[in-house]
């Protein structure tokens, strides 16, 4: 009797003892892994930014706030990606961004994509860093789905800045995932703009970055500082197999347009989704087009970002 009273207290101690290793080992994990710490990115090797810095607030061809260009070079410093998309140019500031951050890693290339086809589009880096453009690629004229099967698979990370109204960063975010590596890095600028910015006419109304943000499953990383007004950019490292969550991606299309695309652009992104996407997905994106087609048609509303460009292109 004595003897099993000595085996069952061994085999607790033993069950305790095991349990508490266990314990330890998630404790550990948990306050030494980057999961915890986003690092605070826009601190993350700030001197290879501090380069360029002057320079491109001085050229004016960057709209984003100082941390947010910060932020932009630490996560490509942090991560080392090798392929790199950017959606959304304009003039080309956060091109050079990413292009000073990548100019020391073997390898590393920038692919830009922007629907404006003008000469405005990437125009400061030429202008103002032509010295890292042996790095760059850019498309323009069209959406992301016409040239991404040129850029290939295997994305490592990729910048999304466009239109900030719906469709717009939602759609875009599905037109490149695809082709983005596991475990990608994905970022996204202007996240609370309907916020920071909702004193502009139609800003109240940007609500595709934001939604898509918190929409797609992966860690979080913000910059450092308190409140919304600090941030308004983030990234993303996307979670493994992201087919898991293509229903609700796809169900984010589902909502009321600020703007319906070109016809031409149309068509490219529903070829794209035969091509790359279930029949679930491709029945939630036609009926999206055609609800929103006479939505939006009879409800015409101009971009606010045509209404940029087009008063930009009058001072060049």
Partial sequence: MK????????????????????????????????????????????????????????????????????????????YKPKKIVELGVLFGGSSIIILNSIKDLSNSHLYSIDIDGSPIVGNCVKKYFPHLSNKWTLFKGSIAAKYIEKIGKNIDLAMIDTSHFEPGEILDFLLILPFLKDEAILIFHDIDHQITHSRGKDMRYSWAPYKIFNLIRGKKFLPSGQGILNKDIGAIKLEKNQKRFLYDYCRALGGQWQYFPLEEHIQIVINFFEKYYDEECITILKESIEFNRKFVLDNPKEDFYVRLRREMKKKI
Avoid: H, T, V
């Fill in 3 to 78: 003897e099993n009273k000595l085996k069952e207290n061994f085999i607790i101690y033993r069950i305790s003892f095991l349990l508490f290793c266990f314990f330890i080992f998630i404790f550990i994990s948990y306050n030494y892994s980057e999961e915890k710490n986003p690092l605070y990115f826009d601190k993350y090797e700030a001197n290879i930014f501090n380069e360029i810095k002057d320079k491109l607030l001085k050229s004016q061809c960057s709209l984003m706030w100082a941390n947010q260009r910060e932020f932009i070079n630490g996560i490509i410093r942090k």
